[in-house]
């Protein structure tokens, strides 16, 4: 079961972020979604996020492996229930959920607007620095901020899930050789100021063992909620057919 932390606001207002996937392909990201039967997603070149019922059935999962495709690897990020037996689990990684309790947030004169046209370099700088998932489209789920030095970019930082009244904070990460500048939180703080400025308030994730990146959250102004899971399983290569549904969009 995870650990849930006190934390500030209604309960009814931060329950929203026990599953949030699904508040935000029911909500401010239903553009973005992918259904079948009871399974969202959102388009496999977006964001790896999905959304299960909290107890799948057997049709659940069906669905889930006909959106996938026999023997594909999928991620399974905050679903804590059981898998089947016959889907291999591929990794496992312990997370943490945390939300802004008192951040102080101030836009940032050097950050840049990041666009499409910057996916190539973003991917570049993803690839260096590995802060979680970051796909060709990512970009389109919110503001990104970056800084370039010389014209090339060496931090960024954005927004990823979109829940009702909150967005959390994603891809953030600078360039080896410029870390200790403080430049991840100056952009942080810049991607929370328009987070702030729209009425939503800011919350991220992050692997439970990655305690720099928390140390830094917490100072920041942050505060565990929940502890969560990150994983990954394989698609058994052969899935008997589901009940009969189809794949939508939106």
Not at 35 to 43: A, F, K, M, N, T
Not at 57 to 71: E, F, I, K, N, Y
Not at 131 to 160: H, K, Q, S, W
Not at 201 to 206: A, E, K, S, V
Request: with cysteine; aromatic share 6%; hydrophobic share 40%.
């Amino acid at each position: 079961m995870p650990k849930t932390y006190d934390t500030a606001g209604p309960s009814t207002a931060v329950r929203v972020l026990d599953h949030p996937a699904r508040a935000a392909l029911t909500g401010p990201h239903a553009r973005f979604a992918e259904r079948r039967g009871r399974i969202l997603r959102y388009p496999v070149d977006v964001s790896p996020w999905l959304a299960l019922p909290e107890e799948p059935t057997a049709d659940d999962w069906a669905d889930l492996a006909a959106l996938a495709g026999p023997g594909a690897e999928i991620e399974l990020p905050a679903f804590q229930g059981r898998v089947p037996d016959d889907w291999e689990i591929t990794f496992h990684v312990d997370g943490v959920q945390l939300v802004d309790a008192g951040l102080t947030t101030a836009p940032d004169p050097e950050a840049v607007r990041l666009g499409p046209a910057d996916v190539p370099e973003m991917l570049a700088l993803v690839a260096r620095t590995r802060p979680g998932p970051f796909l060709p489209r990512t970009v389109e789920l919110g503001t990104y901020l970056g800084i370039r030095r010389d014209g090339v970019l060496v931090a960024m930082a954005g927004e990823r899930l979109r829940p009702p009244g909150w967005t959390e904070i994603s891809a953030v990460c600078t360039d080896p050789a410029l870390r200790g500048e403080g430049l991840a939180t100056r952009l942080i703080r810049a991607v929370a100021h328009g987070i702030r400025e729209r009425g939503d308030t800011p919350f991220l994730h992050t692997g439970a063992g990655n305690t720099g990146a928390i140390r830094l959250y917490e100072s920041l102004g942050f505060r565990r909620r929940r502890t969560t899971v990150f994983r990954g399983a394989r698609v058994p290569e052969y899935v008997p057919e589901g009940r009969a549904s189809t794949l939508s969009r939106g």
